[in-house]
């Protein structure tokens, strides 16, 4: 998938564009350095999709069709942690691993970003044979779909955004699993309660999934958050114990942490 890279200048805090995407509800967007060590916006579009409001003003520094280089999938099979294989050829057929076939799509999720990798480690070493998860922010669904694939008994996996939704449905279809997968802004539409909680996606957004976490967990529940860039780790964690969440576990890769928590 094909997408204009358009690039500004970082005019205004990392935390205020974040909470202005996250308003408007578009998610495809970094922060970055540039060469000369300046911090810049980088955002995505898809053909035809119009430049967010609050941008419409700003300078762009520079234009260019490209392909998110997260987003890229490898055209060979992975091992994505031990074990666990994903495969975009659809060839692979090992009866001796765990192998989660994936859609190259447009949504976020090709399983080569440290945080999908720290996620899908923490729910192999930590799911058991029948837990139910929830995945918020699934993206191509291939974290639901690794919990169904670890012997999850129930999975509901749920985006924002309707072209993710559109595009785990087709991976859940691809891999024959019984994930249901439905639109929901963060757990507005979400019912019941899960033995394990599984979120990629930001600090800012992990704050408000924390408001309203306990509703769809119980006392021995498990919250695996990741995404979560290290300079915002405490925001989180604070966040998280005025809920009642302790940190049992934790895992850095680059910038990027994980954190796995249980209640106290
Ligand atoms: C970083 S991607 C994670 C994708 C996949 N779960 C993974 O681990 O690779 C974050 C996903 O969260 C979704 N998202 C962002 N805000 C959300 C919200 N308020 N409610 C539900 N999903 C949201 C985005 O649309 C995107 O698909």
Redesign the pocket.
């Known amino acids: 998938m094909r997408f204009k890279e358009l690039i500004f200048p970082l005019r205004v805090e990392e935390e205020e564009i974040v909470e202005k995407f996250?308003e408007e509800?578009f998610?495809n967007f970094a922060i970055e350095e540039d060469e000369k060590g300046k911090r810049v916006l980088k955002i995505y579009l898809r053909e035809g999709e119009p430049l967010p409001d609050f941008l419409k003003d700003w300078e762009i520094v520079d234009e260019k069709i490209t392909t998110p280089k997260d987003w890229i999938v490898e055209l060979e099979p992975f091992e994505i942690v031990e074990g666990v294989f994903v495969d975009p050829t659809e060839k692979i057929n090992r009866r001796d691993a765990i192998v989660i076939k994936l859609s190259p799509g447009v949504?976020?999720?090709?399983?080569l970003?440290p945080?999908?990798r720290m996620?899908?480690f923490f729910l192999k070493k930590y799911l058991k044979e029948g837990n139910t998860v929830l995945?918020?922010?699934?993206?191509?669904?291939?974290?639901?779909i690794a919990a169904k694939k670890l012997g999850a008994s129930q999975v509901v996996?749920?985006?924002?955004?309707e072209q993710?939704v559109e595009v785990a449905e087709e991976n859940v279809r691809k891999n024959d699993v019984d994930v249901l997968v439905k639109?929901?802004?963060?757990?507005?539409e979400v019912e019941g309660t899960f033995d394990i909680v599984?979120?990629?996606?930001?600090a800012e957004?992990h704050v408000?999934?924390l408001e309203d976490v306990n509703r769809v967990t119980h006392r021995d529940s498990m919250l695996i958050l990741?995404?979560i860039v290290d300079k915002k780790e405490d925001m989180v964690k604070r966040k998280a114990s005025e809920h009642g969440w302790n940190v049992l576990e934790r895992k850095q890769e680059r910038e990027w942490v994980t954190l796995v928590m249980k209640r106290s």
């Open positions: 996250y509800g998610f949504a976020f999720g090709t399983g970003h945080t999908t996620s899908v995945d918020v922010g699934c993206g191509t669904g291939i974290l639901a996996a749920v985006d924002v955004d993710a639109w929901s802004d963060l757990l507005s599984v979120s990629n996606i930001l957004i408000k999934l990741s995404g």
